[in-house]
């Protein structure tokens, strides 16, 4: 059984668009992830989220929103995609402060 | 606030060479520390952690790391290189000053030449 899934893993659209990425961790952590990762490979973390709080790079703009409906999962909205939302989308889980386990990752492409 | 310091972007050895990837980090108190790699097309992935006890850790595929505190330091290294190594390798800090958030270095790209 994969620990943490993402789908879709590829994901092609056009500026102003709405998409959204799924992610689903079946490790029973309490706390779950999204990273941005560039070109460059820097990785930049968006969230991090359990049942009593939800904290956000306050560098994330706010089209980007996560919605979690369980413990299991934290979804990824984005609203009104730009160019430089290029990028790979990574989720991941924990039980903080402890390792992370990574999904293998969402590719987005804004064209 | 912490934060990771990786020396080097790409490294570059020879197939059976010594591996040494450099990590620094800063924190006021002693932090959780890890080494994630990150192959093409995929995910990262725990290569080692350090939380607490033994300096010394060993991790998967013949790596291992030091914490050593009075450098702030928790260098990569691994005694002969394999083509297989060839990756992406991040290393994180998490646990300091109340905050679980982690912090990833920037990653250096490791390239093994037969």
């Known amino acids: 059984d994969t620990a943490v899934s993402q789908t879709p893993k590829y994901l092609v659209t056009q500026m102003g668009n709405d998409k959204s990425i799924k992610c689903e961790q079946n490790?029973?952590?309490?706390?779950m992830y999204w990273y941005k990762q560039d070109s460059k490979k820097f990785l930049k973390i968006m969230f991090s989220?359990?049942?009593?709080?939800?904290?956000i790079n306050e560098t994330v703009p706010n089209r980007f929103s996560p919605k979690s409906p369980d413990k299991a999962h934290l979804n990824l909205h984005i609203n009104s995609l730009e160019l430089g939302d290029s990028a790979v989308y990574f989720c991941?889980?924990?039980?903080?402060?402890?390792?992370?386990?990574f999904g293998p990752g969402t590719r987005l492409t804004v064209t | 606030a912490q934060s990771v310091t990786q020396l080097g972007s790409h490294v570059s050895v020879s197939e059976g060479a010594l591996v040494l990837l450099r990590c620094n980090y800063s924190s006021s108190v002693p932090p959780y520390l890890f080494w994630y790699v990150q192959y093409p097309n995929q995910g990262l992935q725990l290569l080692l952690k350090y939380t607490t006890g033994a300096t010394l850790v060993k991790g998967i595929n013949g790596f291992e790391a030091e914490f050593k505190k009075s450098e702030t330091s928790f260098h990569l290294t691994k005694p002969s290189a394999h083509m297989s190594d060839a990756a992406e390798y991040f290393c994180a800090v998490s646990g300091t000053g109340g905050s679980y958030i982690p912090t990833f270095g920037r990653g250096t790209s490791l390239i093994v030449h037969p």
């Open positions: 991941a889980s924990s039980t903080r402060p402890h390792e992370q386990y």
């Open positions: 989220y359990n049942n009593k709080e939800l904290i």
């Open positions: 490790l029973g952590h309490d706390t």
